[in-house]
Every structure is written in C-alpha cells, then in structure tokens.
C-alpha cells in the first residue's frame, strides 16, 4: 500500500524504546555459499536497509540498482536529472566501496525513476537468481511505489527460481510504529551488526551527499534523508522480513 511520506513520522525514540527487537530470531550468515543479491530501487537503499550486512560480507555480495534515483528533486535548481543521475550512480560506486564491494559487482539496470517496469524488472532478477540464492531487497510494503514495484518484482523472480526473498524496511521506520499491525513483525529477523560494519554503514551513508545535504537553499533542493530520518539507520542491528 502506497503511502504519503510526511512530516517527520516516528522519532527514533520510539523505535529505540520497543523491546521486540530485542526477542526476534536471529539471522544466520554461516551457511551462506552464493553470494547474495541485493536489489536496491534507488541508490541508497541497499546500504539504508542492510549497508551492515554487506559490510560483514566483505566482498560477498551483488548489488543491482534498478533506477537512477534523477527523480529525488523533480524541481532541482540546480541539477537537471540527467546530472542528478550521474552523480547517484558515482555515490553509489563510492557508498559501496566503503562497504567492501567492487564496481564490477555493482549493475545499474536504468528503469526510470517512478515507473519501475515490473514484469521486466521480474525477468531480469529471474537471470540472476538460482535456488537458494538470497535476494534481499525492499518490502512490498514499504509504502514507496517504487520500493513496493521492486519488491513484488523481486517476490515473482523467487517464486520461479526457488531463490530465498529477505525483504527490508526503509519508509515502513517512517510512517509506522512499534507494533503496527500493517507489517509483518511476525517475520522479522534481526541482523547485529558488528561495530567495524556499523562504522562502515554510516561512512556509506555520508557517501550520498546528494540526498544528506541540501543540493541547494531553494526549498526544492532540500536534502531528502535528514538528520531525523537518517537516525533511523544508525541502530546497531538492520531488520529483514523472512519468508
């Protein structure tokens, strides 16, 4: 379900205040032999949601990022989108670099912002899939259509494969709270982070400067993650939705 992302949502208090967490089961990296997949609809939401996770992974890990991210500021004074494109993909290159990964384990797969192709999008996750293989990516409800769009794209490319779908919040943290009975807390799994990955996460964070910093004074240019939102990600564990 899509929804408004607005005002400032649920202050991390709260979140850090929920004692759930703490009783989740724990999920298991020792048995992993294929790397996993992780499939991010715009650059940044593969290290928001599990940037932690990559990290303890070291080298381990594909990334693909479906769009640009060139819709962040529709009405940018200062970027057209074309250039706001570029510069999310060179952070993301950055971002992933301080999480271990390598360029050439990172493809950008260029559906348009805002009008994710789904049944393409399913077909090429399905190449890139195999039984067993991890495919972690954003929930199908996270009330992003994009990051919904990925996500059930990514569940259809599963169900044919026999591929295993880990599904991370990253808006659900903002319009959500603790023991809201929209999401599927029954599933979560909990990912502690080691400090070095925790570390690394917030390094790759700051990477995108293009969405933590103003791109300039005019109120279209305001920063898309700020310090309220950014809060959310700096916990010491990550979440995933199993299956």
Known sequence: MVRPIVDAGTDESSWR????????PVLALDDLTVPPLVVAPHPDDEVLGVGGLVAM????????????????H????????????AIRRAETVTACGLLGVAP?????LAH?????????????????????????????????PDHEAVGRAAALACRRMGAILLEFPVWTW??????????????????????AAGSAKL???????????PLGPAPADAAILPPNVLARFTRPYETVFGP
Do not use: K, M, N
């Open 112 to 144: 348009p912002d805002g009008r994710v192709d789904e049944s393409a999008l399913a077909e090429a996750l399905t190449g890139r899939l195999a039984p067993g293989r991890w495919c972690v990516t954003t929930w199908r409800g996270d009330g992003h």
């Open 74 to 85: 529709p009405d940018s004074t200062v970027h057209s989108p074309a250039a706001l494109a």
């Open 17 to 24: 205040a929920w004692p759930a967490p703490a009783g989740w």
């Open 174 to 195: 903002h319009w959500a709270r603790p023991d809201h009975p929209d999401v599927p807390w029954h599933r979560a799994r909990r990912i502690d982070l080691t400090a």
């Open 57 to 72: 992974l070291a080298g381990g890990v594909e990334i693909a990022v479906v769009t640009d991210g060139e819709a962040s």
């Open 203 to 213: 390094s790759a964070i700051d990477a995108f400067r293009s969405q933590v910093l």
């Open 104 to 108: 050439t384990a990172i493809d950008h």
